[in-house]
């Protein structure tokens, strides 16, 4: 019989910063530093960024993950997402996760997308109640979802902006996960580099087109 032994119990992940982004000089590279919205958890380096465009939220034109064009349900990286968790149609609330849910504040406009139909404009949040229910949270919208919407075609709800990529992410950061979610400072690369495309995340080829950048056997390049 063994007493007293501790069980390991803390995980770092495995390390990913020692490899490299760029093929070209990062001096080189035209940089701005960003204030990355809060909620999104960890963001890593390469990662394609877009901006919040609710102008009247607070949090407008800060930095958040560009949402890919696809939407199988399947993507490997959906950090701009929140799935919808419950089936809401012909109401202006909107069921998500509660980590998810400090992805938004009051204010922020967002809109609801899923695989089979058009993105519908769910307009500004009124209200998140993240108390009334422990295994999710109800979003509340100023316009309501529509039927073709549902977690049967992994329906999600996103920022306005988040389907136009402006840049690339160029350090990993931590954003932060629910309630203690405090977003970051960050540098976004804007243009004249060379990355190697295996670093970079979620870049689509609409994200492509938007940063006006091409590829190049194993490397993409940003004008």
Do not use: W
């Amino acid at each position: 019989m063994t007493v007293g032994r501790d069980i390991p119990s803390v995980l770092f992940g495995a390390q990913d910063e020692y490899k490299h982004l760029y093929e070209s000089d990062p001096r080189a590279a035209l940089k701005l530093p960003v204030t990355l919205q809060s909620g999104f958890g960890q963001l890593k380096m390469g990662t394609a960024l877009a901006v919040n465009t609710s102008s009247s939220s607070t949090n407008y034109n800060k930095t958040i993950p560009y949402d890919q064009s696809a939407k199988t349900g399947a993507e490997a990286s959906a950090d701009a997402r929140a799935y919808i968790v419950q089936d809401g149609a012909g109401t202006t609330s909107v069921s998500v996760t509660i980590d998810d849910s400090y992805k938004f504040i009051v204010g922020d406009e967002i809109q609801a997308i899923d695989a089979d139909t058009t993105s519908a404009d769910l307009g500004a949040i009124t209200d998140i109640d993240r108390t009334t229910y422990p295994t999710r949270a109800v979003i509340t919208t100023t316009n309501a979802l529509s039927s073709g919407y549902t977690t049967a075609n992994f329906a999600y709800v996103a920022l306005k902006g988040s389907d136009a990529c402006v840049g690339i992410l160029e350090k990993s950061v931590n954003t932060g996960t629910g309630a203690n979610a405090q977003g970051a400072i960050a540098t976004m690369v804007l243009g004249n580099a060379i990355f190697r495309s295996g670093m970079l995340t979620n870049v689509d080829s609409a994200a492509r087109t938007d940063l006006s950048a091409s590829t190049y056997g194993a490397f993409t390049y940003m004008k």
